[in-house]
């Protein structure tokens, strides 16, 4: 069969090194052309080292108290012994910071791992059978929903006890409505997709359109969703401690507790709000910034 | 256009029978797909029901190149869609019969319909881009098919799905095999659709549009691989399309639809050379021909497929029509044979014959 080999080679203008880039590469190719997914990028990558690497990094442990600085009504601020000053226990406010981290990384990562596995499961469960199964976990997640996320957080925080796994469990299940809800609706709108059609049209069968065709394509909005809700989780996470909800031993240097235990003293050291509020709020940008950068990138619509 | 024409004609005149037409129900051969009467009925809550096809009865005989042409929304693809029941269940009324070889594929099990889809009929759609799963390599989408209807393991489902490239005139088949469809162009992601529609020698190929999303030298290429691979393999093929450039480079018979139902099916021939509705009259009008003076203006149908009357109260191209009589909105016109038996025709007052047999032709 001779007849179009001529016309494909010049039908088929794509370079040779271009066929083995997978479409991780592609999306990768293209979040580095974008300036807030680079910044997003380095803030994430500072946080996640920071958390790993906190022992090398801080200058002194997180609970070492030095007293003979503190009086009462009194905080030495800034200085070069202590580059953020003393808290009201006379620790580190920068070992503390950095110490933190690895609090806020593990609780985002644990409790968005618990929303997004178990919602994607269920997404995938009513994507695949619809009918009523669909119209079941819809309603359930219509439930959840219906109760303001932070509040849901709260309720099962309480309900299950002051500890830092209760804070990851409350948030993750806050996160499973909405995992389970993005995924269906994205495999709703994939299945009447051509190549879904197509793939009938030629036999292939159901529950692989299922699994090996709508569902992969059904997970970018997924994957953005888990950037996001890390963010989320970061800013929960520390609403919860602030609330005091979060582990109830004081030795932790967790930010929402730190933020939360600075505020009787906010008129003699406002900067020890400052600090971790700023980790906070620098820590969940980078999130959203990588997230808006990662929906971009895995937009099939940008996709040639 | 001529030369590719006549070109056409030599197997199809080696053939033993004349090509029949649609509804003559003719002895001898048995048509490897023959559809009765398929109405397909779109309905939903608070809306009047919308027939989009409406009676359409036609033979494909083993081997045979048949075309289904008509505006957007004159029903053919859902024709097609209906006929191997890719339509959804919800909201869709199927009636009539679809018979593959003598089995009614609309009340075929679900399980037999889908081991048949795709081994003994396959279905090539318009848009190449959407048809193909952004996520997996071509090579696995091929091989899926292999190993569905088949029965290859992966290493030999690999090396068919090479060749199978290869043999739809993709270069360097073996390397491609790795590559993501949006890694290739249009036309070689038709290819690539064509190779899986022929991976297991269909004896049925439906192509809907299959050039439609493609320019024209690309078109061109994929109909000439389409006319070689449907006469080697002597698949038969069900060609939907709007272009009736395509229909005379590739057709035996040719049915037109019109608002759901066919209104003209005759051998391309005496289409071409006859047209006797006043749609198809319009069709062939409005596109420009090299038989035709230099410079003669393109004749448009006037108005848009959404100003048609309901068939049960006459004509549907009635108020689009220029050769409109009163007897056209006097109840819905019949399909029957003008001239030739295997002309047929639903019109009160068509386009007056002119080729050689418009002597007696002309009603």
Redesign the interface.
């Given at each position: 069969m001779s007849l179009s080999q001529s016309e494909a080679v010049e039908s088929g203008v794509s370079a040779p090194e271009e066929a083995r880039g997978g479409l991780a590469r592609d999306a990768l190719r293209r979040l580095r052309r974008s300036p807030s997914a680079i910044v997003g990028a380095v803030l994430v990558t500072l946080f996640v080292l920071v958390a790993i690497f906190a022992p090398l990094l801080a200058p002194y442990s997180p609970t070492e108290q030095d007293l003979s600085q503190i009086r009462p009504g009194v905080f030495p601020g800034p200085s070069a012994e202590h580059l953020l000053g003393l808290d009201q226990l006379g620790r580190d406010e920068l070992s503390r910071l950095i110490y933190g981290a690895r609090y806020s990384l593990v609780i985002g990562i644990v409790s968005v791992t618990i929303g997004a596995s178990i919602g994607i499961l269920f997404g995938l469960i009513a994507g695949a059978f619809g009918g009523w199964v669909d119209g079941l976990i819809m309603r359930l997640t219509d439930i959840m929903l219906a109760v303001p996320g932070l509040l849901l957080a709260i309720g099962i925080a309480a309900l299950l006890g002051r500890s830092l796994t209760s804070v990851m469990i409350a948030i993750g299940v806050v996160n499973i409505p909405i995992f389970a809800r993005l995924l269906r609706g994205s495999m709703l709108a994939q299945r009447e997709s051509d190549y879904a059609l197509a793939a009938t049209a030629l036999g292939v069968k159901r529950w692989r359109i299922v699994l090996l065709h709508v569902f992969p394509n059904s997970l970018a909005p997924v994957i953005v969703q888990a950037t996001l809700a890390l963010a989320t989780a970061i800013i929960d996470a520390a609403g919860l401690a602030f609330l005091g909800l979060g582990s109830p031993d004081p030795s932790i240097p967790e930010w929402g507790r730190m933020l939360a235990e600075t505020n009787a003293f906010l008129a003699n050291a406002p900067l020890l709000a400052l600090w971790p509020g700023l980790a906070i709020v620098l820590s969940v940008l980078g999130f959203y910034l990588l997230g808006e950068a990662l929906r971009e990138a895995l937009d099939p619509k940008l996709r040639r | 256009m001529r030369r590719t024409t006549e070109q056409r004609s030599a197997p199809a005149g080696a053939r033993p029978d004349a090509v029949p037409g649609a509804t003559t129900g003719r002895g001898g051969s048995v048509p490897l797909l023959k559809v009765r009467d398929l109405t397909v009925t779109f309905g939903s809550r608070g809306r009047s029901d919308v027939r989009a096809v409406d009676g359409v009865s036609l033979d494909v005989f083993a081997g045979q190149t048949v075309g289904i042409v008509g505006e957007s929304g004159s029903g053919k693809s859902v024709t097609s869609l209906a006929a191997?029941g890719?339509l959804g269940k919800r909201g869709v009324t199927v009636t009539g019969s679809v018979e593959f070889e003598g089995d009614d594929l609309l009340t075929m099990p679900d399980d037999e319909l889908?081991?048949?889809?795709?081994?003994d009929v396959?279905?090539v759609?318009q848009?190449p881009m959407?048809?193909?799963?952004?996520?997996?390599t071509v090579g696995r989408q091929i091989t899926?098919?292999l190993t569905?209807?088949r029965d290859m393991d992966r290493r030999e489902a690999k090396q068919e799905a090479a060749r199978l490239l290869?043999?739809?005139?993709?270069?360097?088949a073996t390397?491609?095999l790795?590559?993501?469809p949006?890694?290739?162009?249009g036309?070689?992601r038709q290819?690539v659709?064509i190779a899986?529609?022929l991976?297991c020698s269909p004896r049925l190929l439906i192509a809907d549009e299959p050039t439609t999303a493609l320019d024209v030298t690309?078109s061109a290429?994929i109909l000439?691989?389409l006319r070689?691979l449907v006469s080697d393999t002597q698949t038969a093929l069900v060609m939907i399309t709007h272009d009736l450039g395509v229909v005379a480079g590739l057709c035996d018979q040719v049915h037109v639809m019109y608002s759901g139902r066919i209104v003209e099916s005759a051998p391309r021939k005496v289409l071409f050379a006859d047209p006797a509705h006043p749609y198809t009259h319009g069709l062939l009008a409005s596109v420009p021909r090299l038989d035709q003076p230099r410079g003669t203006p393109l004749q448009p149908i006037p108005g848009s497929p959404s100003d048609t009357l309901p068939w049960s109260r006459g004509c549907a191209f009635a108020p689009r029509c220029s050769r409109q009589v009163d007897e056209c909105l006097g109840g819905p016109p019949v399909l029957e044979p003008v001239a030739a038996q295997s002309h047929l025709l639903r019109c009160v007052n068509p386009v007056p014959l002119q080729g050689p047999p418009a002597a007696e032709g002309t009603p």
């Open positions: - | 191997l890719l889908r081991a048949l889809r795709g081994r396959a279905m759609f848009d959407s048809a193909l799963n952004p996520v997996l899926e098919i569905r209807h290869d043999s739809v005139g993709i270069a360097d390397r491609r790795t590559s993501f949006h890694q290739l162009s036309g070689m290819r659709m899986m529609a991976a690309i290429q000439e691989l070689t």
